[in-house]
């Protein structure tokens, strides 16, 4: 349990309903840039800015938290750059929260430019191979540098699949420094800073002990949330569900749960129905941008030739500025041409669709009705009706 001396979380989390038949849950976590109701999509903002997209089209979506990338904004354009500028808010022109990860899932794709040492990973930049180091103290300066509301623990993500031994060894180099970044926080708010609340992350690899050995040493201290990491890069759909559902039994209830990385839908649902109440991903965007996007009877090739002569929007369903006034034909000519509207009106839809699936799933939890809306969402989802 969090010590009765822990100070004020600067991000507190409040329930607001949950699920009987299930673990899913509604809630407000509160932070300096305004109140983020969840379950919650975060849209990815790798380098302060999600890609193709503005900040007024994500606030009209009604996106109320953003993901920036720790990793990426240390190297450029510098956290002291955007400290100048008034933190990363005022530097990307957006009011509301941002939460960072750590740069520890960075660590694991650049396994041929890094050396993990106990003091942190040295490592050499994908840019310009300069040399450059993160520990858990600098992750956590670069963060509150950073104006961040929400920051991770700087942890060890492996590889998967992973040995035993290679997953503990991780796990517990992880909980040493989630311990030190703790510390660390501490010193930079005697000093005067003003820091963001910091989640301590989950990992140990798919063996279940060392998550549930690593998740009782994480309880055990004053984070504000916690996360789950180390899941979705490799392991069967099942495996990752089934950890899920572990590790969230054995943490606080009145603490926010953060599944790192994971966005498609039928995932989003299965994971919030075992308690888990923020995501990001990247492929939701990352796909929309090369003309797959998502709708509510399943995937969607907007690119493909069959579309051509399509007067129908991208889903009769949405209400996003790309449906009510474009057709199927239209923007699949804007990718065969290459025009960059066809990815922004893509990769808005897509995220149009995620962010309101997540408030029609919240306004369910909290009517009672849950379950019959998860059946009834996956049912039309799964159905491929009208993509043909």
């Keep these: 349990m969090t010590p009765t001396n822990a100070p004020p979380s600067p991000a507190p989390f409040r329930l607001v309903a949950t699920d009987p038949a299930s673990g899913a849950r509604a809630g407000v976590l509160a932070t300096r840039h305004g109140a983020v109701r969840t379950p919650v999509f975060m849209p990815v903002g790798t380098q302060a800015t999600v890609k193709t997209l503005s900040?007024?089209?994500?606030?009209?979506?009604?996106c109320e938290?953003?993901?920036a990338n720790t990793y990426h904004l240390m190297l450029r354009p510098g956290a002291a750059r955007v400290r100048e500028m008034g933190g990363v808010q005022a530097f990307m022109g957006w009011d509301r929260a941002v939460l960072s990860d750590s740069g520890g899932f960075q660590v694991l794709s650049l396994a041929n430019l890094r050396k993990i040492r106990e003091e942190g990973v040295a490592f050499r930049s994908h840019l310009d191979g300069s040399l450059h180091e993160l520990s858990p103290e600098s992750a956590i300066e670069i963060q509150t540098a950073l104006g961040v509301d929400i920051m991770?623990?700087?942890?060890?993500?492996?590889?998967?699949?992973?040995t035993e031994d290679e997953a503990r060894s991780s796990m517990e180099r992880t909980v040493r420094w989630a311990r030190r970044g703790l510390v660390h926080r501490d010193r930079l708010a005697e000093a005067g800073e003003s820091v963001p609340a910091l989640f301590g992350i989950v990992q140990g690899g798919t063996h279940a002990p060392l998550r549930a050995a690593c998740a009782g040493e994480l309880v055990a201290e004053p984070f504000d949330g916690y996360s789950l990491g180390g899941l979705w890069v490799g392991e069967p759909a099942e495996t990752g569900h089934a950890l899920v559902a572990a590790d969230t039994a054995l943490l606080p209830a009145d603490k926010p749960r953060y599944l790192m990385g994971v966005g498609t839908p039928l995932d989003l649902v299965e994971a919030v129905s075992h308690g888990v109440d923020m995501f990001d991903c990247v492929l939701p965007t990352r796909n929309a941008r090369k003309g797959t996007v998502l709708t509510s009877r399943g995937r969607?090739?907007?690119?493909?030739a069959m579309y051509a002569k399509d007067p129908r929007p991208l889903d009769p369903d949405c209400?996003?500025?790309a449906c009510r006034r474009f057709s199927r034909a239209y923007i699949r000519h804007l990718f065969a041409v290459g025009e960059i509207l066809g990815m922004r009106l893509a990769s808005l839809h897509s995220l149009a669709f995620l962010l309101g699936m997540m408030r029609s799933m919240r306004a369910a939890i909290e009517?009672?009705?849950f379950a019959a809306w998860r059946r009834a969402f996956e049912e039309k989802f799964r159905s491929g009706e009208g993509l043909a």
Excluded: Q
């Design 55 to 62: 900040p007024h089209e994500l606030e009209e979506l009604g």
């Design 367 to 369: 009517g009672g009705t």
């Design 300 to 304: 969607l090739v907007v690119k493909n």
């Design 152 to 162: 991770m623990s700087f942890d060890e993500c492996l590889h998967w699949p992973a």
């Design 65 to 67: 938290i953003l993901l």
């Design 319 to 321: 209400g996003c500025y």
